[in-house]
């Protein structure tokens, strides 16, 4: 059911995506960036500076696979590694004109096309399955946990609007784009928990049969 409904909101998204002008989509821009204080666009880089997602993934794994957690390995590379050539497959497929510095301010003009944003559909199947991690390995009352869950979900959600704010994509792009994450997302923990489940059923009847013998 939770996927059903994910599903339909992307579709839904996807519909507006389409239909709102440009002109909203350019005046939301220029309201977005008409924001300015000190740092707050090295901020905004900041938040967004976690989008080499090949980069990002290969040194989690080596981290998780150093502290003995290659199943979390596995499921956080096919999560975050299949979100982001998910996302760079559908980009192709719709060929979205991206903002341009005719319009707004651009901070770097990218080659591929602005729908969906591989930001946002990486930080979500990425930082969501980091997410989950911590809620089931992490000490469930320690100070780090809940500084570690969120700080994963700040960066979720403040990754929207540094794209905007940055210029590389419009406000059109988004929600559809975190949608797509979450179904991605979904369907890797699915898989995870199903994983889990069967390895631990085999394990649990092993040591059953050890013992009958």
């Known amino acids: 059911m939770t996927a059903f409904v994910i599903a339909v909101g992307a ?9 709102v002008p440009l002109s909203f989509n350019v005046a939301s821009t220029l309201a977005v960036q008409s924001i300015t204080f000190p740092g707050l666009q090295e901020f905004m ?10 980069k990002v993934v290969l040194i989690t794994v ?14 956080l590379t096919l999560s975050g590694l299949g979100g982001w ?44 399955f980091l997410y989950f991690v911590a809620s089931e390995k992490l000490p469930q009352k320690s100070i780090f946990r809940r500084l570690v869950m969120v700080t994963l979900l700040l960066l979720i959600a403040l990754v929207g609007l540094s794209r905007l704010y940055l210029g590389e994509h419009w406000l059109s792009d988004l929600p559809g784009s ?6 991605w997302l979904y369907v890797c923990l699915k898989l995870y928990r ?18 009958y013998r």
Not at 178 to 183: D, R, S, V
Not at 200 to 205: K, P
Request: charge should be positive.
């Open 62 to 75: 080596i981290a998780l696979t150093a502290c003995n957690k290659r199943r979390e390995a596995f499921f």
């Open 178 to 183: 975190y949608l797509l994450g979450a179904f």
């Open 45 to 54: 880089r900041l938040i967004s500076g976690f989008g080499n997602a090949p």
């Open 194 to 211: 199903f994983w889990t489940g069967a390895r631990n059923s085999q394990r649990l009847m092993a040591e059953s049969i050890a013992g």
């Open 11 to 19: 579709a839904l998204a996807l519909l507006v995506h389409f239909l």
């Open 85 to 128: 050539f998910l996302a760079m497959q559908l980009k192709q497929l719709f060929g979205s004109q991206r903002p341009t510095a005719e319009l707004v301010n651009v901070f770097h003009q990218w080659p591929t096309g602005s729908f969906p944003s591989g930001h946002l559909v990486f930080y979500v199947c990425y930082f969501g």
